[in-house]
Antibody, heavy 122, light 111 residues
Framework: QVTLKESGPALVKPTQTLTLTCTFS??????????INWFRQPPGKALEWLAR???????FYNPALKTRLTISKDTSKNQVVLTMTNMDPVDTATYYCARIGSYTYGSLDDNWGQGTLVTVSS | IVMTQTPLSLSVTPGQPASISCKSSQSLLHSDGNTFLYWYLQKPGQSPQLLIYEISSRFSGVPDRFSGSGSGTDFTLKISRVEADDVGVYYCMQTLQLPFTFGGGTKVEIK
């Protein structure tokens, strides 16, 4: 059974750096073709893709946020970490990690964490 | 790639059909012949759940009341008979190229 769970602070102050951890189980990120994505969703608004890290350590970022984002993985811990610098109140959102777009034994993967709400406020 | 969904909201009587449109600013057809258009449903307070991928393939466990169609830049999600459990916000998403992008969402409620 595949599970993903996001963890991190619920409240950060403006200008601080946010660090979120996605802890997953049921698969290995060292397996060829596997990848983890981060998304976010401001309250009442649409989803936004943030970043992706692949099994071979390739990393991809949303160009609109590229200068502020860093994604990394610790395969031994089954964790992916996303950092976002210089947080602003507009970054208040629910942040999700998800395994999408890969295949396991011919079946499409689509697994999401429950999301974690991050509020940016002084 | 900009994704545009219509309508913004739908109020549907149980048992009646519903249809949601999604248009992309460029073709989502890949050189391998696949078209990378997904449909998600986000129920209140939940994470998104995949309904349809590559225009018309139903994801595992998705009822056959849900169907997808379209090509190139124009896509449609249809629910043949809406049930109470179908309420939530529906999103189309393109995965042809990064950054993945979503439509603005269509909120479906029951009359």
């Amino acid at each position: 059974q595949v599970t993903l769970k996001e963890s991190g602070p619920a409240l950060v102050k403006p200008t601080q750096t946010l660090t979120l951890t996605c802890t997953f189980s049921g698969f290995s990120l060292s397996t060829r073709g596997k990848r983890i994505n981060w998304f976010r969703q401001p309250p009442g608004k649409a989803l936004e893709w943030l970043a992706r890290i692949d099994w071979d350590d390739d990393k991809f970022y949303n160009p609109a946020l590229k200068t502020r984002l860093t994604i990394s993985k610790d395969t031994s811990k089954n964790q992916v970490v996303l950092t976002m610098t210089n947080m602003d109140p507009v970054d208040t959102a629910t942040y999700y990690c998800a395994r999408i777009g890969s295949y396991t034994y011919g079946s499409l993967d689509d697994n999401w964490g429950q999301g974690t709400l991050v509020t940016v406020s002084s | 790639i900009v994704m545009t969904q219509t309508p913004l909201s739908l109020s549907v009587t149980p048992g009646q059909p519903a249809s949601i449109s999604c248009k992309s600013s460029q073709s989502l057809l890949h050189s391998d012949g696949n078209t990378f258009l997904y449909w998600y449903l986000q129920k209140p307070g939940q994470s998104p759940q995949l309904l349809i991928y590559e225009i018309s393939s139903r994801f595992s466990g998705v009822p056959d009341r849900f169907s997808g169609s379209g090509s190139g830049t124009d896509f449609t999600l249809k629910i043949s008979r809406v049930e109470a459990d179908d309420v939530g916000v529906y999103y189309c998403m393109q995965t042809l190229q990064l950054p993945f992008t979503f439509g603005g969402g269509t909120k479906v409620e029951i009359k």
